[in-house]
Protein backbone atom coordinates (compact mmCIF):
# COMPACT_ATOMS: atom_id res chain seq x y z
CA UNK A 1 0.00 0.00 0.00
CA UNK A 2 1.00 3.74 -0.34
CA UNK A 3 3.41 5.18 2.14
CA UNK A 4 2.88 8.26 4.36
CA UNK A 5 5.50 9.33 6.73
CA UNK A 6 4.75 11.71 9.72
CA UNK A 7 7.08 13.64 11.67
CA UNK A 8 7.45 14.13 14.46
CA UNK A 9 6.21 11.01 16.00
CA UNK A 10 5.98 13.15 19.37
CA UNK A 11 6.59 16.36 20.51
CA UNK A 12 6.57 18.37 23.82
CA UNK A 13 6.25 22.43 23.31
CA UNK A 14 5.77 24.93 25.73
CA UNK A 15 2.73 27.13 25.90
CA UNK A 16 2.38 30.22 23.62
CA UNK A 17 5.16 27.95 21.05
CA UNK A 18 4.38 27.16 17.65
CA UNK A 19 4.76 23.47 16.34
CA UNK A 20 5.48 21.66 12.69
CA UNK A 21 4.26 18.39 11.87
CA UNK A 22 5.20 17.69 8.06
CA UNK A 23 3.00 14.64 6.41
CA UNK A 24 5.24 13.23 3.28
CA UNK A 25 3.92 10.84 0.48
CA UNK A 26 6.88 8.43 0.04
CA UNK A 27 5.67 6.81 -3.20
CA UNK A 28 3.25 8.77 -4.95
CA UNK A 29 1.88 12.13 -5.78
CA UNK A 30 -0.77 13.28 -3.35
CA UNK A 31 -2.58 16.04 -4.74
CA UNK A 32 -4.67 16.04 -1.45
CA UNK A 33 -3.54 15.99 1.82
CA UNK A 34 -5.81 15.38 5.16
CA UNK A 35 -5.15 16.36 8.78
CA UNK A 36 -7.06 14.95 11.52
CA UNK A 37 -6.94 15.22 15.61
CA UNK A 38 -8.11 12.42 17.86
CA UNK A 39 -8.58 12.62 21.43
CA UNK A 40 -7.66 9.63 23.67
CA UNK A 41 -10.60 7.28 23.64
CA UNK A 42 -12.56 8.97 20.69
CA UNK A 43 -12.65 8.81 17.03
CA UNK A 44 -10.43 10.63 14.40
CA UNK A 45 -12.03 14.06 13.83
CA UNK A 46 -11.16 15.35 10.13
CA UNK A 47 -9.67 19.59 10.75
CA UNK A 48 -9.08 20.24 7.48
CA UNK A 49 -8.18 18.90 4.15
CA UNK A 50 -4.74 20.32 2.10
CA UNK A 51 -4.53 20.69 -2.18
CA UNK A 52 -1.92 21.10 -3.10
CA UNK A 53 -1.27 25.02 -3.99
CA UNK A 54 -4.42 25.90 -2.83
CA UNK A 55 -5.64 27.25 0.27
CA UNK A 56 -6.87 24.68 2.78
CA UNK A 57 -10.52 23.88 3.13
CA UNK A 58 -10.99 23.62 6.95
CA UNK A 59 -14.02 21.85 8.71
CA UNK A 60 -16.30 23.89 10.79
CA UNK A 61 -15.43 24.38 14.16
CA UNK A 62 -10.98 24.63 13.37
CA UNK A 63 -9.11 27.95 13.95
CA UNK A 64 -7.71 28.45 10.13
CA UNK A 65 -5.26 30.86 11.64
CA UNK A 66 -4.30 28.74 14.49
CA UNK A 67 -3.94 25.84 12.38
CA UNK A 68 -2.02 26.68 9.07
CA UNK A 69 -1.99 24.23 6.81
CA UNK A 70 0.50 24.37 3.76
CA UNK A 71 0.37 21.41 0.89
CA UNK A 72 3.35 23.70 -1.38
CA UNK A 73 4.27 20.19 -3.05
CA UNK A 74 2.87 16.94 -4.23
CA UNK A 75 4.46 15.02 -1.29
CA UNK A 76 4.31 17.45 1.47
CA UNK A 77 1.98 19.61 3.85
CA UNK A 78 2.66 20.81 7.20
CA UNK A 79 0.34 21.55 10.17
CA UNK A 80 1.45 24.47 12.20
CA UNK A 81 -0.09 24.60 15.75
CA UNK A 82 -0.02 28.29 16.41
CA UNK A 83 0.74 30.10 20.34
CA UNK A 84 0.07 26.00 21.49
CA UNK A 85 -1.75 26.16 24.63
CA UNK A 86 -2.80 22.89 26.97
CA UNK A 87 -5.59 21.98 25.14
CA UNK A 88 -4.28 21.87 21.88
CA UNK A 89 -2.22 18.52 22.98
CA UNK A 90 -3.73 15.67 21.43
CA UNK A 91 -2.67 13.05 18.68
CA UNK A 92 -2.61 14.71 14.92
CA UNK A 93 -2.50 12.06 12.01
CA UNK A 94 -2.31 12.93 8.59
CA UNK A 95 -3.29 11.03 5.12
CA UNK A 96 -2.61 11.59 1.51
CA UNK A 97 -5.24 11.04 -1.52
CA UNK A 98 -4.33 11.16 -5.29
CA UNK A 99 -6.98 8.66 -6.44
CA UNK A 100 -9.86 6.17 -4.71
CA UNK A 101 -7.53 4.19 -2.37
CA UNK A 102 -4.84 6.01 -1.70
CA UNK A 103 -6.97 8.01 0.87
CA UNK A 104 -7.27 4.84 2.70
CA UNK A 105 -3.32 5.22 4.26
CA UNK A 106 -2.59 7.23 6.99
CA UNK A 107 0.12 8.77 8.77
CA UNK A 108 2.09 6.95 12.25
CA UNK A 109 0.33 10.24 13.86
CA UNK A 110 2.42 12.77 15.83
CA UNK A 111 1.21 13.20 19.63
CA UNK A 112 1.83 16.77 20.91
CA UNK A 113 1.67 17.48 24.39
CA UNK A 114 1.52 21.14 25.84
CA UNK A 115 2.96 21.92 28.69
CA UNK B 1 -18.00 -13.50 20.06
CA UNK B 2 -20.58 -10.91 18.29
CA UNK B 3 -20.57 -7.18 18.43
CA UNK B 4 -24.33 -6.38 18.60
CA UNK B 5 -24.52 -3.00 18.25
CA UNK B 6 -22.42 0.57 18.81
CA UNK B 7 -23.72 0.82 22.16
CA UNK B 8 -21.31 -1.87 22.92
CA UNK B 9 -17.87 0.07 22.32
CA UNK B 10 -15.86 -3.41 23.73
CA UNK B 11 -15.58 -6.59 22.05
CA UNK B 12 -13.72 -9.72 23.98
CA UNK B 13 -13.03 -12.61 21.96
CA UNK B 14 -10.74 -15.58 22.75
CA UNK B 15 -7.67 -16.55 20.70
CA UNK B 16 -8.87 -18.73 17.50
CA UNK B 17 -12.63 -17.63 17.93
CA UNK B 18 -14.36 -15.64 15.00
CA UNK B 19 -15.18 -11.86 15.98
CA UNK B 20 -17.37 -10.05 14.06
CA UNK B 21 -17.71 -6.31 14.38
CA UNK B 22 -20.60 -3.90 13.54
CA UNK B 23 -20.85 -0.24 12.11
CA UNK B 24 -24.06 1.56 11.57
CA UNK B 25 -23.18 4.64 8.98
CA UNK B 26 -25.08 7.62 8.26
CA UNK B 27 -24.77 8.64 4.35
CA UNK B 28 -26.91 6.61 2.02
CA UNK B 29 -24.94 8.37 -0.39
CA UNK B 30 -21.40 7.11 0.64
CA UNK B 31 -19.33 5.05 -2.03
CA UNK B 32 -16.80 3.88 -0.59
CA UNK B 33 -16.09 2.32 3.43
CA UNK B 34 -13.09 1.17 4.70
CA UNK B 35 -12.00 -0.58 8.00
CA UNK B 36 -8.89 0.38 9.96
CA UNK B 37 -6.71 -1.42 12.53
CA UNK B 38 -5.43 1.50 15.51
CA UNK B 39 -2.82 -0.22 17.61
CA UNK B 40 -1.75 2.33 21.05
CA UNK B 41 -0.03 5.50 19.76
CA UNK B 42 -0.51 5.03 15.85
CA UNK B 43 -1.73 5.94 12.96
CA UNK B 44 -4.90 3.89 11.93
CA UNK B 45 -3.78 0.92 9.54
CA UNK B 46 -5.65 -0.01 6.66
CA UNK B 47 -7.03 -3.88 6.65
CA UNK B 48 -9.93 -3.58 3.88
CA UNK B 49 -12.16 -1.80 1.76
CA UNK B 50 -15.11 -1.93 -0.38
CA UNK B 51 -16.99 0.02 -2.91
CA UNK B 52 -20.80 1.02 -2.55
CA UNK B 53 -21.44 -1.19 -5.73
CA UNK B 54 -20.39 -4.58 -3.96
CA UNK B 55 -21.79 -6.15 -0.35
CA UNK B 56 -18.87 -8.32 0.41
CA UNK B 57 -15.50 -8.36 0.35
CA UNK B 58 -12.51 -10.77 1.26
CA UNK B 59 -9.00 -10.46 2.20
CA UNK B 60 -6.66 -12.75 4.24
CA UNK B 61 -8.48 -13.71 7.50
CA UNK B 62 -10.95 -10.82 7.37
CA UNK B 63 -14.40 -10.03 5.34
CA UNK B 64 -16.07 -6.95 4.97
CA UNK B 65 -20.11 -7.07 4.61
CA UNK B 66 -22.12 -4.15 3.62
CA UNK B 67 -25.64 -3.99 3.39
CA UNK B 68 -26.68 -1.05 1.75
CA UNK B 69 -30.69 -1.30 2.87
CA UNK B 70 -29.86 -0.93 6.78
CA UNK B 71 -26.80 1.24 6.28
CA UNK B 72 -24.74 -1.53 8.13
CA UNK B 73 -21.34 -2.18 7.60
CA UNK B 74 -19.27 -5.43 9.26
CA UNK B 75 -16.00 -6.73 9.53
CA UNK B 76 -15.03 -10.59 10.50
CA UNK B 77 -12.07 -11.42 11.73
CA UNK B 78 -11.47 -15.11 10.98
CA UNK B 79 -9.25 -17.39 14.30
CA UNK B 80 -8.13 -14.05 15.70
CA UNK B 81 -4.92 -13.95 17.16
CA UNK B 82 -3.92 -11.64 19.94
CA UNK B 83 -2.44 -9.43 17.70
CA UNK B 84 -5.31 -8.47 16.78
CA UNK B 85 -6.21 -6.26 19.93
CA UNK B 86 -6.51 -3.13 19.06
CA UNK B 87 -9.50 -0.30 18.16
CA UNK B 88 -11.01 -0.75 14.93
CA UNK B 89 -12.30 1.56 13.04
CA UNK B 90 -15.21 1.76 9.93
CA UNK B 91 -14.97 4.94 7.37
CA UNK B 92 -17.18 5.99 5.37
CA UNK B 93 -16.41 8.55 2.15
CA UNK B 94 -18.92 10.76 0.83
CA UNK B 95 -16.48 13.54 -0.44
CA UNK B 96 -14.43 12.90 2.34
CA UNK B 97 -13.90 10.23 4.89
CA UNK B 98 -16.14 10.18 8.37
CA UNK B 99 -14.89 7.98 11.11
CA UNK B 100 -17.32 5.94 13.13
CA UNK B 101 -16.86 5.52 16.97
CA UNK B 102 -14.83 2.72 16.95
CA UNK B 103 -14.61 -0.97 19.03
CA UNK B 104 -11.94 -1.94 21.04
CA UNK B 105 -11.41 -5.86 20.45
CA UNK B 106 -9.52 -7.51 23.14
CA UNK B 107 -8.34 -11.24 22.58
CA UNK B 108 -6.98 -13.39 25.12
CA UNK B 109 -5.20 -16.04 24.99
Known amino acids: GAVVSQHPSRVICKSGTSVKIECRSLDFQATTMFWYRQFPKQSLMLMATSNEGSKATYEQGVEKDKFLINHASLTLSTLTVTSAHPEDSSFYIC???????????FGQGTRLTVV | GENVGLHLPTLSVQEGDNSIINCAYSNSASDYFIWYKQESGKGPQFIID?????DKRQGQRVTVLLNKTVKHLSLQIAATQPGDSAVYFCAERYGKLTFGQGTILTVHP
Open chain 1, 95 to 105: SAGGGVRTEAF
Open chain 2, 50 to 54: IRSNM
